[in-house]
């Protein structure tokens, strides 16, 4: 499974990407919004720190401005993915940039059929938020694996991005029902490292090397 950053912050994306196991980066209106800096900036910065594939967000409401921004957007970088809302004027630019080979990330998926609806429109990507799916109540694993099921089954090329993810059990879960990445936040990455045992047994470590030493 791959793991993709979620975050426009640069100089997080520096530091986790030197652990050299990141694979992508996505972004959203809302975290771009947080950075306080130019869209386009941002982007082509992400872009020169990692080789994977980095989503921005399209704005638009219509197919038209989805179709004129994403034009615009691509240009940026060569690693470009354009992000797409599902909506049906979203499945209309998808069907459009898809032929113009222009990849697309479609976001905000919550059900099977928006999943499978935005795969035959030719998404690149497909979005399934886990986090905001637990918060309902509504099993978010069961619907990553019915989406690999279908991909796997009739054979599409479209990967299913494990969004809205926030903790360690939600990546492992994401993991083990099939998703081909996981979009984690920066600090998670660190939580993800860590574990008492470990911190016990490094400590351990250490005494007996200092005793070790000291003889």
């Excluded at 029902?177 to 400590?203: E, R, S, V, Y």
């Amino acid at each position: 499974m791959k793991f993709f950053l979620d975050t426009a912050d640069v100089a997080a994306i520096k530091a986790v990407n030197e652990l050299g196991i990141v694979d992508g980066v996505t972004t959203n209106p809302t975290i771009i919004s947080r950075e306080g800096r130019d869209f386009e900036t941002v982007i082509k910065e992400i872009c020169q720190i990692v080789d994977g594939p980095v989503s921005a967000e399209v704005t638009g409401t219509t197919a038209e401005e989805m179709i004129a921004q994403a034009h615009d957007i691509a240009k940026w970088a060569d690693n470009i993915v354009v992000k797409i809302p599902m909506t049906m004027e979203g499945l209309k630019a998808v069907n459009v940039l898809s032929k113009e080979h222009i990849k697309t990330n479609v976001t905000l998926i919550f059900t099977v059929s928006q999943g499978l609806m935005a795969i035959k429109a030719g998404a690149t990507f497909i979005s399934p938020f886990v986090g905001r799916l637990e918060d309902i109540g509504t099993d978010a694993y069961e619907l990553i694996s019915d989406l690999r099921d279908i991909i796997d089954f009739y054979d599409f090329d479209t990967e299913i991005i494990a969004a809205s993810i926030r903790n360690r059990a939600q990546v492992e879960g994401v993991a083990k029902c099939g998703a081909h990445i996981a979009t984690i936040p920066a600090p998670l990455f660190d939580k993800m490292t860590q574990h008492p045992l470990t911190d016990n047994g490094l400590k351990q470590f250490m005494a007996d090397w200092k005793v070790f030493q000291g003889k």
